[in-house]
């Protein structure tokens, strides 16, 4: 059993603000362990429940953040950003058994994490078919393209409640739950526990896990911060910009979403 796991860090148990996620700032190092920490729990989950191979996406900012000789011999790490359109699902294929995510964190807009965006700091709003999308909205929507199941999310509470509105099915651990700029979590350790035990179930019983349904036609609207962004990529073929800050577009394709997102960010 092949299984995909797309690490990223702002739904972490504890992390509260920009500082600890970013590389360059004295208390990363400390969350970069707990970020570490909480994947290896996942793949001892998978383990467990008869994973014979795990790849895992850094799937957080530089790409290059979990502490890699923690990971099992199990594990193929993919580190930094290829370009694919996979973006953070990128080393997902049709062979593996489920995607799992990690770290996961609510939607720009919404205020369940105090951390809470959707890909970058430009992107004010994403939605798709009208519905308002999150990072594990489109990740998810990339592994159901491949006729992959999503099994498993910890994060944030907001997102595991999208999360499991979106695949149902899905064994979800929230580990933390926002207000205003502070963030109330689990400890660590009660995180691991509970993502270990998680993993292991969600993949022992992979017949009830799904994915999110395919639509015929892809309708996207992504509102940006500044309108110079948003100007930009209203040069892409098929891309509307009806007003300043905010790009459309429709697509049959979901790996052309993916192509149009990938230019447009």
Known sequence: MKVFISADMEGTASIACWPETERDKPEYPEFQHLMTAEVVAACEGALEAGA???VIKDAHHTGRNLLVDRLPPQARIVRDWSGHPHSMMFGIDRDC????????HDAAGTDSNPLAHSFN???MRLTINGALASEFTVNALTAAS?????????GDGGICAAAAGLAPGIVTVPVSQGFGP??????PARARDLIREGVKAALSDLPLRSHPPLAPRWDLEVEFSTPVDAYRGSFFPGVDYPEPRRLRFARDD???VLRTLRFLW
Do not use: N
């Open 121 to 123: 700091g430009r992107i």
């Open 52 to 54: 014979t191979e795990i």
């Open 254 to 256: 979901w790996f052309e």
């Open 182 to 187: 502070a963030a109330s979590s689990v400890t």
């Open 97 to 104: 058994a489920a995607a799992i995510y990690t770290g996961y």
């Open 146 to 154: 491949l006729g992959v199941p999503s099994a498993f999310l910890s």
